[in-house]
């Protein structure tokens, strides 16, 4: 929530700036031709007292609100700073082509032109230049073209987050810090709580052959005398299948966190080390985490390696997986991407299969033990694959996950969920002794289906039902929240009760749904016609037929009674904003009150505001429509 309040602010402080909404702050840049960043003759300053643009007397001031206007080209000639700098729909931004140049951003970079050229030399490299807050990568109207060489934190860094909203070609690397080696570069490093964010519905595709995320193939240890904790936010698309490798490792003396969240998409390129190569205990930690609807994919690129464990330093990484989260490996690649190394709940629970030549997905969830013996995990495999070709499903697991008494000395088995409950048991090989270093195993040469299996001494608890999904989203109108949720394993589902709550703590019910049944996946859809005004929270009751019952996560809606779509200026005389909820597709289109379409503009996939340009039209009283796959809201405006 934070960061929408955020990225709407910024994108209007932009906006506002780039096209002439509001009246020019004095000091204000932008380029007066084409020419050289360096050379003061490119550009023109608002003098507020004269109120018109002069001849600027110097070239940009670090902290000036900057645009590069439709048909001019800017070259860098070193490195600059501007806190919000616009480059508008037929702008560019590129390096001189003596060498790629630093951009550093204080504040937002917005991009509707060009930032960035495919020349020799002629990448521009992105520097967030901020102590504390936020910086912004975004293009407002969805049409700028990015060629970026790195991202890179400025050492001034301390609690910095880095949104990245929009696509992004980067040929070299991506990272939190400043640098790895010791010394004046460094030194402000040690308060480094940097963040990176891929925001849903963007993707940053690296496509040089030495790129990389976080440190570069030689810095296989990590010894700087200043470092800070890291955190990359891959929401989005993060394409690595043309890169090098990646070392995502922990420092060896610092106490210091490097962590990866994957709630989109990470295709993974040439190798990636997780794991110090250090041949003593280290102090520092990875975390690598697969949310909900996260996908891994070290299956893209030719020969990937996955070096993720290091008996001399302790450390043993794996991807810790959420709901339905996937790691998706072809064993065939390398051999390291035989063994899935995932785990839930912070338990490390690896599977291992023959190198065959097959795309597999893993996912692996915590289990509900019901006082049985068994492993309170549960692995799920699926493949396009024919099962035939396994000789080997080795399933691993450390002693804290054995529950009610479960132990390999006794005979164990592997269990199949097949509609609606666990099949005979396989018996299966058991070895290992149950620490990280060597786990637990339970070993079978085929396997006859995908899907979900268990480890346990007797056949295991039921399955309960699983929310895949669940969301909640005020509609355009103001008038409804719309709640969707998706559950698998509805084997003894009765019914499901929608709750509500002002508070999260008391809630009341708002409906209720039938269960459709079965073990396949199911969807639901429920109005709330009745809304509470401010926050509400919303949650699904999931009852089952013999009265027990569970419930959904908690999701929260801000809901103001009123339009979710406000315009303004109204009157306008040459551009309206719209604001609006984020939105994967939708259209604007403004009538004449005798409703005739004038013009139309489609909405950028992801945005929350949209400008419209009205300059061209008469002046009168129009009807602005926006309209989605599923809704339309209107509103009436005034052209001066």
Known sequence: MKQNVLKTLLFFAAAFQAFGLFAQNDGDIRSAASGSWGDNTTWEQYDADAGTWVAAAAVPPSSSVITIRNGHTISLDGTKTAFILNIENGGVLKSDGTGVKNMRIANTLNNNGSFGASGSNERVNIEPYLANGTVTITSSEGTGNFLVGTIRANGLAETLEVLIDADLNLNSYMMGYYSLTSGSNTALQDDDNVTITINSGRTVTMTGSGAYLHAASGSTTITVDKHG?????????????????????????????VTVNVNGTWKIGNAIRTASAASSPTAGSVKLNIGTDGLVDASVAGGTNLVMSNNNSGKYTFFNITGNGVLRQNPSKHAAQATFRVGADNAYTPITFNRLDAVIDVNVQPAADGGKKMVNKVWKISSTADPADISLARFEFTADAAANGFSVA???????????AWGTGIPAATSGDGTLQSPYRAELSSLSAFGEFSVANEVPAVLPLKFLAFSAKPDLLGRQVKLNWRTAEEVNTLNFVIEKSTDGKTFTAAGMIDAK?????????????????GIAYYRIKQQDKDGKYDYSNLVDVSFSNGSKITIYPNPAAEYMNVSHPELSSGKITVYSL?????????????????????????????????????????????KQ
């Not at 006794?410 to 609606?420: C, I, Q, S």
């Not at 079965?518 to 809304?531: A, E, L, Q, R």
């Not at 489609?602 to 505001?609: C, E, L, N, P």
């Not at 039209?617 to 309209?627: D, G, K, S, T």
């Open 229 to 257: 904790n890291y955190t990359y936010n891959i929401n989005g698309t993060l394409d690595m299948s043309a890169a090098g490798t990646s070392c995502i490792v922990e420092h060896s003396s610092l106490p210091r966190t």
């Open 410 to 420: 006794d005979p164990t088995m592997v269990y199949y969920w097949n509609a609606g």
């Open 517 to 533: 049944g079965g073990s396949g996946i199911n969807s639901y859809s429920f109005n709330d016609y009745n809304p509470s005004s």
């Open 594 to 638: 005798a409703g005739r379409s004038c013009l139309v503009q489609h909405i950028a996939k992801g945005s929350s505001q949209s400008v419209v340009d009205i300059s061209q039209l008469p002046a009168a009283i129009y009807i602005l429509e926006l309209r989605t796959d599923s809704e339309t809201a209107v509103h009436r405006f005034v």
